[in-house]
């Protein structure tokens, strides 16, 4: 069979990360199978639809490395054949005009709720003999769901679904005004597209039963379904919008790099043996829906900043600070042209305990500040002693031509031997000086970070 997936956002905010998630199992499973992936844009919200998301959500998935086939696919450009459908399922006794107001309804949900069970519509239009039609009311279309027996949904992840049918209300498939809802719009535009697996968030099981229902009606192939659990916070409950780490967003902004996420959002509820890092070619080939878990998958901030720290260790260099360079640029945290090559040369040692790409950005200040400001507590440190060793060190730097980690640790070892103390005791008042503070890089490494100017202009600083 064709393998034909999609993922079909609404442009109502900015991309959930459970929706990056979806997405790439989706873009998986149609790429190992030499299949199609479609981007379905459900902008049939007027009023919370915008451009703005809609960028986003593509932007989003680029920078993750998901790609879709062909152009996307504007829903709200497909609402006549919508509208089609849901006079065709009229004109096949599939479904019927519904003219209680909105005052029945609510009163309907109001008796429901003091009974305590769930709103299900009373089904007062379906056989409406003995009703008149009133004149002030528009009404909606509502689909004539079955109302006895069981429902079954072959579930690629959850196995078999049995439901009643008689939980299932006569749902509503074109509003007041004549614009289609979910439930139709999905359906139509699934079979338009000629959809052959949908797989979505286990939230919309029931959704796949009405929908189900429609193809049925309308004697249409029905896809297959996979119903993926959904990602919890770290406190265990459903990740939602107001959480901190819940958009793509919020992982760009500290430095997450898209392998990284990729990665970790890959291992989120589906696991290969007990491999843990996949290369993107690794996750096409091995990606199966079998892996599925069943479970919710709970969001670790920790593993993912740990992945992300193995990624900037192993990432080619090169990649790493065109990351770097790119995130800055976002983020307006200023890189000088004329210091880029300083920061790439120290790459090395900069991304060392870097857990995202602004720990790099933040390791860098030394270099990129064009002025070093000392804490007092540091500052403390720096004693006659340490003032003496640092203008003995200043005295002796400025007469090596070429400065080498062999020519400084030289110069290092006779002052330790002079003022008969250690690495540290020449060292410390060193990184002092040149960094603003007794933490960071190894000493050589920061001398030679810098210009030999720059490390004679800070250090002279000090006396």
Same mark, same amino acid.
């Given at each position: 069979?064709?393998?034909?997936?999609?993922?079909?956002?609404?442009?109502?905010?900015?991309?959930?990360?459970?929706?990056?998630?979806?997405?790439?199992?989706?873009?998986?499973?149609?790429?190992?199978?030499?299949?199609?992936?479609?981007?379905?844009?459900?902008?049939?919200?007027?009023?919370?639809?915008?451009?703005?998301?809609?960028?986003?959500?593509?932007?989003?998935?680029?920078?993750?490395?998901?790609?879709?086939?062909?152009?996307?696919?504007?829903?709200?450009?497909?609402?006549?054949?919508?509208?089609?459908?849901?006079?065709?399922?009229?004109?096949?006794?599939?479904?019927?005009?519904?003219?209680?107001?909105?005052?029945?309804?609510?009163?309907?949900?109001?008796?429901?709720?003091?009974?305590?069970?769930?709103?299900?519509?009373?089904?007062?239009?379906?056989?409406?003999?003995?009703?008149?039609?009133?004149?002030?009311?528009?009404?909606?279309?509502?689909?004539?769901?079955?109302?006895?027996?069981?429902?079954?949904?072959?579930?690629?992840?959850?196995?078999?679904?049995?439901?009643?049918?008689?939980?299932?209300?006569?749902?509503?498939?074109?509003r007041q005004d004549g614009s289609p809802t979910?439930?139709?719009?999905?359906?139509?535009?699934?079979?338009?597209?000629?959809?052959?697996?949908?797989?979505?968030?286990?939230?919309?099981?029931?959704?796949?039963?009405?929908?189900?229902?429609?193809?049925?009606?309308?004697?249409?192939?029905?896809?297959?379904?996979?119903?993926?659990?959904?990602?919890?916070?770290?406190?265990?409950?459903?990740?939602?919008?107001?959480?901190?780490?819940?958009?793509?967003?919020?992982?760009?902004?500290?430095?997450?790099?898209?392998?990284?996420?990729?990665?970790?959002?890959?291992?989120?509820?589906?696991?290969?043996?007990?491999?843990?890092?996949?290369?993107?070619?690794?996750?096409?080939?091995?990606?199966?829906?079998?892996?599925?878990?069943?479970?919710?998958?709970?969001?670790?901030?920790?593993?993912?900043?740990?992945?992300?720290?193995?990624?900037?260790?192993?990432?080619?260099?090169?990649?790493?600070?065109?990351?770097?360079?790119?995130?800055?640029?976002?983020?307006? *945290?200023? &890189?000088?042209?004329?210091?880029?090559?300083?920061?790439? @040369?120290?790459? %090395?040692? /900069?991304?060392? $305990?870097? !857990? #995202?790409?602004?720990?790099?950005?933040?390791?860098?200040?030394?270099?990129?500040?064009?002025?070093?400001?000392?804490?007092?507590?540091?500052?403390?440190?720096?004693?006659?002693?340490?003032?003496?060793?640092?203008?003995?060190?200043?005295?002796?730097? *400025?007469? &090596?031509?070429?400065?080498?980690?062999?020519?400084?640790? @030289?110069?290092? %070892?006779? /002052?330790?031997? $002079?003022? !008969? #103390?250690?690495?540290?005791?020449?060292?410390?008042?060193?990184?002092?000086?040149?960094?603003?503070?007794r933490f960071g890089p190894g000493i050589y490494?920061?001398?030679?970070?810098?210009?030999?100017?720059?490390?004679?202009?800070?250090?002279?600083?000090?006396?």
């Amino acid at each position: 069979m064709s393998f034909i997936c999609r993922f079909a956002p609404s442009p109502t905010g900015p991309l959930h990360i459970g929706g990056v998630r979806t997405a790439l199992f989706n873009w998986l499973l149609a790429k190992k199978n030499k299949g199609k992936f479609y981007l379905r844009i459900e902008d049939t919200d007027k009023e919370r639809s915008k451009d703005e998301f809609k960028k986003q959500i593509i932007e989003s998935l680029s920078w993750v490395g998901i790609k879709h086939d062909d152009k996307e696919f504007i829903q709200s450009k497909n609402i006549n054949k919508h509208k089609e459908i849901a006079e065709e399922l009229l004109k096949k006794d599939f479904a019927y005009k519904c003219y209680c107001s909105e005052e029945e309804i609510k009163e309907q949900k109001e008796k429901c709720k003091k009974q305590g069970i769930p709103y299900v519509y009373n089904r007062k239009w379906r056989d409406p003999k003995n009703l008149q039609i009133p004149k002030d009311i528009k009404p909606v279309i509502r689909f004539k769901s079955k109302v006895s027996g069981n429902t079954v949904i072959k579930d690629l992840v959850q196995g078999d679904i049995n439901i009643s049918n008689s939980i299932i209300e006569d749902f509503v498939i074109l509003r007041q005004d004549g614009s289609p809802t979910y439930q139709l719009s999905a359906t139509v535009d699934d079979h338009s597209m000629k959809i052959s697996h949908v797989i979505r968030g286990d939230d919309h099981k029931i959704n796949t039963f009405k929908q189900k229902q429609i193809y049925e009606a309308m004697k249409w192939d029905i896809p297959l379904f996979a119903h993926i659990p959904l990602i919890h916070s770290e406190k265990g409950s459903k990740l939602s919008k107001r959480d901190k780490s819940s958009t793509i967003d919020d992982y760009v902004k500290i430095g997450i790099l898209p392998g990284a996420l990729r990665n970790y959002l890959l291992r989120l509820g589906w696991a290969y043996k007990d491999k843990e890092i996949f290369s993107l070619d690794e996750s096409i080939k091995l990606f199966d829906l079998e892996g599925v878990g069943k479970s919710p998958s709970k969001l670790d901030m920790s593993r993912i900043l740990s992945l992300n720290e193995h990624y900037i260790k192993n990432i080619d260099e090169k990649i790493l600070f065109d990351f770097l360079k790119s995130y800055a640029q976002k983020y307006k *945290k200023t &890189i000088d042209p004329s210091k880029e090559d300083f920061v790439f @040369k120290s790459l %090395n040692f /900069l991304k060392n $305990k870097a !857990k #995202t790409l602004d720990d790099i950005y933040q390791n860098s200040q030394y270099i990129l500040s064009k002025e070093i400001s000392i804490s007092p507590d540091d500052l403390k440190l720096l004693d006659a002693n340490s003032k003496k060793i640092i203008g003995d060190f200043l005295n002796e730097f *400025k007469n &090596i031509k070429n400065p080498n980690k062999e020519n400084l640790e @030289k110069l290092v %070892n006779s /002052l330790i031997t $002079k003022y !008969k #103390t250690n690495f540290k005791g020449v060292g410390q008042p060193l990184r002092i000086a040149l960094v603003g503070s007794r933490f960071g890089p190894g000493i050589y490494n920061i001398i030679l970070s810098l210009t030999k100017d720059e490390v004679v202009k800070r250090i002279s600083k000090i006396n």
